[in-house]
């Protein structure tokens, strides 16, 4: 068995199982199963998996795509346009509250996906039957959060870079502001929050590192030595291992967190 992974035609990257005895190079457009719908993707590359695979609902590579699937592909695009149409047409007419993001049909034209966002529970049953009617296809409703609509529609972060969940991050966890807290981040929505609203994802990135870090260094208020003597810390720097100190002086000196000595343990320490 091998992992793969694919570019889907809706620019959506995923991982896949492939059989061995399929043999894809990177470039091959294959079609693969993902939650029951048929897609065509484009393998960028290749991993030999030794052993049973643990996770049996990945997607799977089924065959190499033939001239038929491309012309199917291709023709869909139109088709999609259409569904979507027909889509927001009946949102309208029962009035629902949701947001519809995107309406795709499945390679074979079986099934459609029709993404959207809700702020409370919405009654689609009436809208699914007549849109089954009418497309002739089975309908597949999917709910998505703030964090997967960002995934879903893209863009670029404040780091200058497309988001995260768009380009790789494929589960986004929750993030609480523990994680901003303890880089020592201004706690304000400009600087914690991505463009979904909610907290950045990369504020998990490096939090073992900081919580990892801080644990070396006496928080503010303890008594410590000093190559300048005795005092108290009143701000530290984990990035640098860098702590201010405050001595009986007034004076404020800064030293390496290896050049401490905590005098005496203190609540918070």
Known sequence: MKVVHVNT????????????????????????????????ARVFCIREVEGEIADTDMPRVLR????????????????????????????????????????RYSLDRSTILITFTAPEYVDFKEM???????????????????????????GIGVCGRVLCCTKWLKTPEAVNVKAARVQGLVITPSAVSGLCGRLKCCLWYEYDQYEEAIKQLPVAGNRVRCPH?????????????????????????????????????????
């Open 128 to 154: 699914v039957k007549e849109l089954t009617a009418e497309l002739s296809a089975r309908i597949q409703m999917r709910q998505l959060g703030v964090r997967d609509e960002a995934g879903l529609l893209g």
């Open 9 to 40: 035609d809706n620019h959506k990257k995923l991982l896949c199982l492939c059989p061995s005895e399929l043999m894809v190079r990177e470039g091959d457009l294959c079609v693969i199963e993902i939650h029951k719908m048929l897609e065509l």
């Open 64 to 103: 190499y795509a033939s001239e038929q699937d491309r012309a199917m592909a291709n023709e869909n695009l139109r088709m999609n346009k259409i569904a979507e149409q027909t889509c927001r047409a009946k949102v309208m007419k029962y009035n629902l509250n949701m947001n519809i993001l995107n309406v």
């Open 229 to 269: 003597g005795e005092g108290f810390v009143v701000a530290r720097d984990v990035l640098v291992n860098k702590l201010k100190i405050r001595l009986p002086d007034n004076r404020e000196v800064t030293c390496g967190g290896e050049e401490i000595e905590l005098l005496e343990d203190q609540d918070g320490n």
